[in-house]
């Protein structure tokens, strides 16, 4: 009885199921070389792989100071001045001239960046050179370098090479990504000036020091300054402006219809008045 029950439920049991089969592994294509527009230079150290011949890959090699690489006992190869993808071209030319393959895949990559430097300076955590791997954004620098607390809302960069170039950046455009497009090159000087400032004085609810860029309105200077408090004279708001040398040079009285107009400059002290009860 039980022979027969235990044989009826085996034919109710459902198939095993069987893991499906594995496809044999495919050969994978190489990934596309890290910063393949990148301009090899000396002392760069470039990464070779040939995809399907282990005794090819990978190899690291050398740029020398001459710019050249020695690829094993195959043959020497100018690096510098050409990008990882036309090295990469190259080094498949050479292995199929030289009969060690017939149609090789290379990929060619940048495994250590050495020959491309940019430097920073300035109001920021810390100054020196930055190695340029051909992806860097200017805020990535930046970003490493790190602002300090006097940092300015002003970015600088002076380029000498083909000739001297200066460009300007504003700090917050370069923050939240709406900074056009920089290419960063070898030599690049990228300069944090400190933050400039005006200072606020007399009847406003926070005198003090305040930052002002090249287009800060009196306006606007006076509402970071919390606005005038009950004691102020509206019509007695006067900006003081100062030399190259810091020795006072101007007394501006500005009317209280001018405010929104009248530029600030860095070093002006603006004094607002008293109004007599």
């Given at each position: 009885m039980l022979t027969a029950l235990s044989f009826v439920l085996l034919l109710q049991a459902p198939p095993v199921q069987q893991p499906p089969a594995q496809a044999p592994p495919q050969q994978a294509p190489p990934a596309a070389a890290q910063n393949a527009d990148y301009v090899i230079g000396p002392q760069d150290k470039i990464s070779i792989t040939v995809i399907g011949i282990p005794e090819f890959s990978p190899q690291n090699v050398l740029v020398d100071n001459a710019g050249m690489i020695a690829y094993l006992d195959v043959g020497v190869l100018k690096a510098?001045?050409?990008?990882?993808?036309?090295?990469?071209?190259?080094?498949?030319?050479?292995?199929i001239d030289k009969g060690q393959a017939v149609n090789p895949t290379v990929q060619v990559d940048v495994a250590a960046y050495r020959s491309q430097t940019v430097y920073v300076s300035g109001s920021v955590s810390h100054p020196q050179g930055y190695a340029v791997t051909g992806n860097e954004t200017l805020m990535n620098v930046l970003a490493q370098a790190g602002f300090?607390?006097?940092?300015?809302?002003?970015?600088?960069?002076?380029?000498?090479?083909?000739a001297h170039q200066e460009f300007w950046f504003d700090r917050h455009a370069l923050e939240n990504g709406t900074a056009p497009s920089f290419q960063l090159q070898d030599g690049d000087a990228i300069i944090v000036p400190e933050a400039e400032k005006a200072i606020v004085r007399g009847e406003v609810k926070s005198p003090g020091m305040y930052e002002v860029s090249t287009d800060t309105t009196l306006l606007q200077l006076l509402v970071m300054a919390g606005d005038f408090n009950d004691r102020a004279a509206r019509g007695a708001v006067t900006v003081t402006r100062k030399n190259d040398q810091g020795k006072p040079v101007d007394r501006i009285k500005v009317k209280s219809n001018d405010f929104a107009t009248f530029i600030v400059k860095p070093g002006d002290v603006i004094s607002v008045g008293r109004r007599i009860l």
């Amino acid at each position: 009885m039980l022979t027969a029950l235990s044989f009826v439920l085996l034919l109710q049991a459902p198939p095993v199921q069987q893991p499906p089969a594995q496809a044999p592994p495919q050969q994978a294509p190489p990934a596309a070389a890290q910063n393949a527009d990148y301009v090899i230079g000396p002392q760069d150290k470039i990464s070779i792989t040939v995809i399907g011949i282990p005794e090819f890959s990978p190899q690291n090699v050398l740029v020398d100071n001459a710019g050249m690489i020695a690829y094993l006992d195959v043959g020497v190869l100018k690096a510098a001045g050409k990008t990882a993808r036309q090295l990469q071209a190259e080094v498949r030319q050479l292995l199929i001239d030289k009969g060690q393959a017939v149609n090789p895949t290379v990929q060619v990559d940048v495994a250590a960046y050495r020959s491309q430097t940019v430097y920073v300076s300035g109001s920021v955590s810390h100054p020196q050179g930055y190695a340029v791997t051909g992806n860097e954004t200017l805020m990535n620098v930046l970003a490493q370098a790190g602002f300090a607390p006097s940092a300015g809302q002003r970015v600088q960069v002076v380029r000498n090479k083909p000739a001297h170039q200066e460009f300007w950046f504003d700090r917050h455009a370069l923050e939240n990504g709406t900074a056009p497009s920089f290419q960063l090159q070898d030599g690049d000087a990228i300069i944090v000036p400190e933050a400039e400032k005006a200072i606020v004085r007399g009847e406003v609810k926070s005198p003090g020091m305040y930052e002002v860029s090249t287009d800060t309105t009196l306006l606007q200077l006076l509402v970071m300054a919390g606005d005038f408090n009950d004691r102020a004279a509206r019509g007695a708001v006067t900006v003081t402006r100062k030399n190259d040398q810091g020795k006072p040079v101007d007394r501006i009285k500005v009317k209280s219809n001018d405010f929104a107009t009248f530029i600030v400059k860095p070093g002006d002290v603006i004094s607002v008045g008293r109004r007599i009860l």
